[in-house]
């Protein structure tokens, strides 16, 4: 194979979904998305949503039309979404709990997987918010903690 000049930069993913705008309620409730772009093709509705100020680094594409998935619950495919503190994960937690879309509560696992909870959103993805990963806040003081066991 040969090698490539120019490396590739990941800009989106795309979601087949069945409720649309209830996928929309759930990214911009819980992670904080914002519509960035919509529009129809033929009879499909098409939104893009992207965290404010990263809206030319990375998008969600939402399109109408998928099925619910039915992942099982040792499925751990997911997005996943850096919080600030560990109090911020207890928090989207105790929200996610209260709106019967826990899926995993919140849990401490080693360097580098940090403190973490996950979400299922309306279409079935799971959805992971942690504290203490490498690409996230507190990478420092998880990689401590580990030290110190």
């Known amino acids: 194979m040969a090698a490539m000049t120019t490396m590739p930069h990941l800009t989106h993913i795309a979601l087949h979904v069945t409720d649309i705008d209830a996928c929309i309620d759930f990214y911009s409730v ?4 914002d519509v960035v772009h919509h529009r129809v093709a033929g009879a499909q509705r098409i939104v ?3 965290e404010p100020q990263r809206e030319t680094e990375f998008v969600f594409v939402i399109m109408e039309g998928g099925g619910d998935l039915h992942l099982a619950t040792n499925d751990y495919r997911h997005f996943g979404f ?19 879309c826990l899926a995993w509560p919140p849990r401490q696992e ?6 973490y909870c996950g979400l299922r959103d309306p279409n079935g993805n799971f959805v992971e918010f942690s504290y203490g990963q490498p690409l996230g806040p ?12």
């Open 110 to 115: 080693p360097y580098p997987v940090g403190y």
């Open 48 to 50: 893009w949503m992207a």
């Open 82 to 100: 850096a919080m600030d503190s560990r109090q911020a994960v207890d928090k989207i937690a105790e929200q996610a709990g209260a709106e019967g």
């Open 30 to 33: 819980f992670c904080g998305m």
């Open 138 to 149: 507190g990478a420092e003081e998880s990689k401590s903690r580990e030290s110190l066991n």
